[in-house]
């Protein structure tokens, strides 16, 4: 299967410094990302959809203007995290999709935050 | 409006023994979609099964089987013969398939399961 890495895996801030996650996929192109936060103890909670080349689609109650996501190619989608606060911390997860990987998304390993 | 239920948010289950996680689902369309994935403490997803709408026999993956049951509208997923690395939180997904892979997944709120020596 298709391969997809994140990084930072873990980051530490200070409350009102922006942070960049970044998600790629190793072997494959992906034609569709997804951004996922999740709280302890809580299930995924899908935040945007992107695909290349056109502006995210984010669900209902996300700040687009607070959460950044750019899907630059094929193989790279971007989350920005700006103006980070406490509430922010969380664990976000990407996966990728795309018409050659068969009814799958695959996910990224993770992205803890930690906001102080 | 999609939805997904997972009614058990911690099991047991002894070594070597057999486990039912249980997921219900609702949808309004034909199609679609029915994941489960693994959730160890480090936090990567791990996909373990998929079953399709239209899929007439039950997907299975190794040790794990989906048992779906489409008029009632559930598809649990089975582990045989636990093993201690079966501790995990385990997640039922359902993705409309009108768009084929590029469709988000809707999650449900997870089974702890915790295999005991």
């Known amino acids: 299967g298709a391969v997809v890495s994140q990084h930072p895996s873990r980051v530490i801030c200070k409350s009102g410094t922006s942070v960049k996650i970044e998600c790629r996929s190793l072997d494959f192109q992906a034609t569709t990302m997804f951004w996922y936060r999740q709280f302890p103890k809580q299930s995924l909670m899908l935040m945007a959809t992107s695909n290349e080349g056109s502006k995210a689609t984010y669900e209902q109650g996300v700040e687009k203007d607070k959460f950044l996501i750019n899907h630059a190619s094929l193989t790279l989608s971007t989350l920005t995290v700006t103006s980070a606060h406490p509430e922010d911390s969380s664990f976000y997860i990407c996966s990728m999709a795309g018409w050659k990987l068969n009814n799958e998304q695959f996910f990224g390993p993770g992205t803890r935050l930690t906001v102080l | 409006a999609q939805k997904i239920t997972q009614t058990q948010p911690g099991m047991f289950v002894q070594e070597k023994e057999a486990v039912t996680l249980d997921c219900t689902y609702d949808?309004?369309?034909?199609?679609?979609?029915l994941f489960w994935y693994k959730q160890p403490s480090s936090g990567e997803m791990i996909f373990l099964i998929y079953?399709?709408?239209?899929?007439?026999q039950n997907a299975t993956e190794g040790r794990y089987s989906l048992n779906f049951q489409k008029a009632r509208k559930s598809a649990n997923l089975v582990i045989s013969a636990s093993q201690l690395g079966d501790s995990a939180m385990y997640f039922c997904?359902?993705?409309?398939?009108?768009?084929?892979?590029?469709?988000?997944?809707?999650f449900g709120t997870g089974t702890l399961l915790a295999v005991q020596p």
């Open positions: 079953q399709g709408s239209y899929d007439e």
């Open positions: 997904a359902m993705r409309e398939n009108r768009g084929g892979a590029t469709n988000k997944l809707i």
């Open positions: 949808t309004s369309d034909q199609s679609y979609g």
